[in-house]
């Protein structure tokens, strides 16, 4: 008890040699507030940005859903024209598959259901690569040949890799039964057979 007393009384002697000190020290000498934000804000958001930034190449390594035999790599570069995306797709049924970029980096759901929607952050419509409107990962379809290999080659300009516009590292790649055919809510392409998450990859 006895101890916080004189400490009282301290506080009060400080503050008021505070105050004594304010009213001597004119405004001017008062540049605390532009300074410490000025010092606060951009560090943080420096740090962030550059980092992320710094990413310009990414990688989605395909796994099978269920009992498919779907594996495949889709690799993903940052250019000035948008994002390249190159995809190599094996273990598919011949023909079409649809093919996106999904909301969660997550294909844990043996359904692929983990993995969430279509990436959609403009609230858009979906639809095929080139119609008016489309979610900026729709990529249409992966056409697999009669050994069930796709390739497919893509410019992506809605997106980036870890940019401000509409990033898409860490979500995901979904490889779909049949045939994206643009039609609504997500072009009815049928049962998710593959699924990948979009990583950092090492720069080339
Ligand atoms: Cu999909
Ligand atoms: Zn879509």
Same mark, same amino acid.
């Given at each position: 008890?006895?101890?916080?007393?004189?400490?009282?009384?301290?506080?009060?002697?400080?503050?008021?040699?505070?105050?004594?000190?304010?009213?001597?020290?004119?405004?001017?000498?008062?540049?605390?507030?532009?300074?410490?934000?000025?010092?606060?804000?951009?560090?943080? *958001? #420096?740090?962030?940005?550059?980092?992320?930034?710094? =990413? @310009?190449?990414?990688?989605?390594? $395909?796994?099978?859903?269920? &009992?498919?035999?779907?594996?495949?790599?889709?690799?993903?570069?940052?250019?000035?024209?948008?994002?390249?995306?190159?995809?190599?797709?094996?273990?598919?049924?011949?023909?079409?598959?649809?093919?996106?970029?999904?909301?969660?980096?997550?294909?844990?759901?043996?359904?692929?259901?983990?993995?969430?929607?279509?990436?959609?952050?403009?609230?858009?419509?979906?639809?095929?690569?080139?119609?008016?409107?489309?979610?900026?990962?729709?990529?249409?379809?992966?056409? *697999? #040949?009669?050994?069930?290999?796709?390739?497919?080659? =893509? @410019?992506?300009?809605?997106?980036? $890799?870890?940019?401000?516009? &509409?990033?898409?590292?860490?979500?995901?790649?979904?490889?779909?039964?049949?045939?994206?055919?643009?039609?609504?809510?997500?072009?009815?392409?049928?049962?998710?057979?593959?699924?990948?998450?979009?990583?950092?990859?090492?720069?080339?």
């Amino acid at each position: 008890m006895r101890s916080f007393i004189p400490l009282g009384a301290t506080l009060a002697l400080s503050v008021s040699f505070l105050l004594a000190g304010c009213k001597t020290a004119p405004p001017p000498s008062e540049p605390p507030t532009p300074s410490s934000s000025a010092l606060a804000a951009p560090v943080a *958001a #420096d740090t962030g940005t550059s980092i992320l930034a710094s =990413i @310009t190449s990414a990688v989605a390594v $395909i796994h099978p859903l269920g &009992d498919s035999k779907v594996m495949g790599k889709v690799t993903f570069n940052q250019t000035a024209d948008g994002v390249v995306v190159v995809a190599d797709v094996m273990g598919l049924t011949p023909g079409k598959h649809g093919f996106h970029i999904h909301e969660y980096g997550d294909c844990s759901d043996p359904k692929g259901l983990s993995a969430g929607g279509h990436y959609n952050p403009e609230g858009e419509m979906h639809g095929l690569p080139g119609a008016m409107h489309h979610h900026p990962g729709d990529m249409g379809n992966l056409e *697999a #040949d009669d050994s069930g290999n796709a390739h497919l080659e =893509i @410019t992506l300009t809605g997106i980036t $890799i870890a940019g401000d516009k &509409d990033p898409i590292l860490g979500r995901s790649i979904i490889v779909h039964a049949k045939e994206d055919d643009g039609s609504q809510p997500v072009g009815n392409a049928g049962a998710r057979i593959g699924c990948g998450v979009i990583g950092v990859a090492k720069a080339k």
